[in-house]
């Protein structure tokens, strides 16, 4: 899980921060294009503008200028003095023109005839900038001219109060203690007139006052912008300013309402007025953000006396990169969900085989070895997966070997347990011997010099006695029968009490075997028991006191011969351990075999399972002791109703003792 989350939010923050940088880079791209590009447009739109007022102010010139050249009825009037033709005239012009004013003067700038106020004359206009302008130069003079209200209201009352306004409170507007404007801002020419031999006899001037006049603003709107809308609105706007005032504008203040008497914003007004500089960016006009241009109006003489401004609703472009932030966030978006689902597809697929993995740690931890990962993959985790495989399996194979091992030395350990208790029961056995052997040796010693008394007498007694005292012979007789039988008791109770000293020698152990055999040999015919020699020839010599060990063999057949008293068969065997150090000799007998209780007794001096008279129980243990003289071991094993195998092993001689 840990892992899985890890790569997923690795992967979103990548994303996130790849979106963030394309949407702000997208930002830039629709800064940089589209509004760069609709302030270039506004730019030149301020170009068509001007090129419209400029007509306009050519036109009105033209206008004067064909009015003075051309018309007849002017001159004439002029030079007559009929101020009456000369009204028809100028009117007809006036109307023609479309103009707001036209006014005639003698030579010396004298008003003659004011075709808008016929009523007014005779005043002087030589201090007119232009009028004084053409009677110094003769030529046409043209361009935009502000004029007090005093000189508005000898052209027309009506003019005068057309121009008329009073300032309208407007946010960001350069602070003014004025509250209303009087004056009018007019474009305005004024031309020449020649009499005959070209002798100037009268200036005529004339114009538009373009306070409240909309027909430039609007024509302005309608070629460049086409009467585009956008939410209601005009889309483009044009303006023009009397200093900072707007005296002509179709910026609307609310519905159908032009923005006249509201001013420019102060920012502007620094500039253009101030600076007499253009403006090209956006501004606040009136209640909202343009993309604008301004430029100044310059009268005659360069003074900055007004404003051409052209602009287009901002909002139209904002809200273009609005949606195009929308658009790119949208995108953004959907290819971050789109990245997440391929990311937490990824990060399953990645952190699948590592819990697998995992997994089978946490299984060999708890000892299941040999467990496998089943991962199918050529990356590195494949690799890794089949490392954790082969590991487990060694894991698994080193674990088994181990536990052979393990049971292997446990077995041992067993073993040589057994052999340990084996060796304590034999060192308890010889230890009872032992004990046995003395009291034995005491008993025998009394009985010995008694028994010795008793067979003496016994013989002179014997020898004594008439030939013919049969009945006391026969007696005598037993007597010194028991007596030898007795001697011959005590005579074994000493040898396995005492353990007299062996007459070692080399000797071969095969015809020590034959002697024994030898001398049992009439007894087994007679019980019918078939006697085996395997006697391996070359057998290694051994040291040792071949009469005691004829003793041994002769003690072990016949009680051999004892069990089998119905006949049988008496296997004898010589042979050297597989080590070579010993010769091994074994008597096997087919009798009853020795019951398991028994087993362990029956080297015990006077255990014996025959009737009291029969056996005195020392024939095996005189034998383990003459053995044991010889560094040698005997040992049994047998299986009831089978038979009976004794062992005797004995230690070959040491060839350079020897
Ligand atoms: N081959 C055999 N088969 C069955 N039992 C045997 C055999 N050899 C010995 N025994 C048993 O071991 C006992 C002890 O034998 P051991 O030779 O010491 O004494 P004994 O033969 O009884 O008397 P002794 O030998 O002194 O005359 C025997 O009484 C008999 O029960
Ligand atoms: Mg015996």
Redesign the pocket.
């Known amino acids: 899980m840990m892992l899985r989350s890890k790569l997923v939010v690795s992967f979103l923050t990548v994303i996130a921060i790849t979106g963030i940088i394309a949407t702000i880079v997208g930002q830039r791209l629709i800064e940089s294009g589209i509004v760069r590009e609709a302030q270039q447009k506004v730019n030149l739109d301020l170009n068509s503008a001007h090129q419209i007022y400029e007509q306009k102010l050519k036109y009105i010139e033209g206008t004067l200028i064909f009015t003075a050249m051309r018309r007849f009825s002017v001159k004439e009037a002029l030079r007559k003095g009929d101020r009456r033709l000369l009204l028809e005239s100028l009117r007809e012009t006036m109307e023609e023109g479309q103009l707001d004013m036209l006014t005639i003067t003698d030579k010396s700038g004298k008003v003659i005839l004011r075709a808008r106020n016929p009523e007014v004359f005779g005043d002087s206009q030589a201090q007119d900038e232009m009028v004084s302008k053409v009677l110094q130069g003769k030529k046409p003079v043209c361009g935009t001219q502000i004029i007090p209200r005093k000189e508005l209201l000898r052209e027309s009352e009506e003019l005068a109060e057309r121009a008329r306004m009073q300032f309208i409170e407007t946010p960001m507007a350069k602070p003014t203690p004025e509250t209303e404007n009087t004056s009018g801002m007019v474009l305005k020419a004024a031309v020449p007139i020649f009499g005959d031999v070209n002798k100037l006899i009268g200036v005529l001037y004339g114009g538009i006052l373009l306070n409240r006049r909309y027909d430039i603003v609007d024509e302005t709107k309608n070629v460049v912008y086409r009467g585009v809308k956008y939410e209601g609105k005009d889309i483009g706007t044009a303006t023009i300013f009397q200093k900072d005032l707007r005296i002509s504008t179709n910026v609307q203040l609310s519905e159908g309402e032009r923005a006249i008497g509201t001013r420019v914003s102060s920012e502007v007004y620094d500039r253009v007025i101030g600076e007499g500089k253009l403006w090209t960016a956006r501004a606040f006009v009136v209640n909202d953000w343009y993309l604008t241009a301004y430029e100044p109006i310059r009268n005659i003489h360069g003074k900055v006396i007004g404003i051409l401004y052209v602009g287009i609703l901002e909002k139209k472009y904002n809200d273009m990169k609005t949606a195009a932030f929308w658009n790119f966030f949208g995108v953004a978006m959907a290819a971050m969900v789109l990245a997440l689902a391929i990311a937490y597809m990824l990060a399953r697929a990645i952190a699948k085989p590592i819990q697998q993995l995992e997994r089978g740690v946490e299984a060999i931890a708890r000892g299941n070895f040999g467990v496998k990962v089943d991962i199918e993959s050529s990356d590195e985790i494949g690799a890794l997966a089949e490392s954790f495989n082969r590991v487990s399996r060694e894991l698994k194979d080193t674990y088994e070997k181990l536990q052979g091992k393990i049971e292997a030395a446990d077995e041992d350990l067993k073993k040589a347990y057994k052999e340990l208790q084996e060796k304590q029961e034999q060192l308890v056995q010889a230890a009872k011997l032992g004990s046995l052997g003395e009291l034995a040796a005491g008993v025998a010693h009394e009985i010995n010099n008694p028994l010795g008394t008793i067979s003496l007498y016994a013989q002179m007694t014997l020898d004594d006695l008439k030939e013919d005292d049969k009945d006391n012979r026969e007696n005598l007789q037993i007597i010194l029968k028991h007596a030898t039988r007795t001697a011959g008791i005590v005579k074994n109770l000493l040898e396995f009490a005492r353990r007299t000293d062996l007459e070692a020698r080399p000797i071969g152990i095969n015809p020590v075997l034959e002697e024994a055999l030898s001398i049992i040999a009439h007894q087994a015919e007679l019980q019918q028991v078939n006697i085996v020699r395997q006697l391996l020839q070359d057998m290694p010599m051994i040291v040792g006191d071949a009469n005691k060990l004829q003793q041994v063999f002769v003690?072990i057949i016949v009680?051999?011969l004892?069990?089998m008293p119905d006949g049988g068969q008496l296997t004898v065997e010589s042979s050297t351990a597989p080590d070579g150090g010993f010769v091994q000799i074994s008597i096997v007998?087919t009798?009853?075999g020795?019951p398991e209780e028994n087993l362990r007794k029956?080297f015990e001096p006077f255990?014996?399972?025959?009737e009291t008279g029969k056996?005195?129980?020392?024939?095996?243990?005189v034998s383990h002791g003459i053995i044991e003289q010889h560094k040698g071991r005997i040992e049994v094993s047998s299986r009831v109703g089978k038979g009976?195998t004794f062992t005797i092993t004995i230690p070959v001689a040491d060839r350079e003792k020897s």
């Open positions: 003690n009680n051999a004892q069990v007998d009798g009853p020795i029956i255990f014996t399972t025959k056996g005195t129980g020392l024939g095996l243990s009976t």
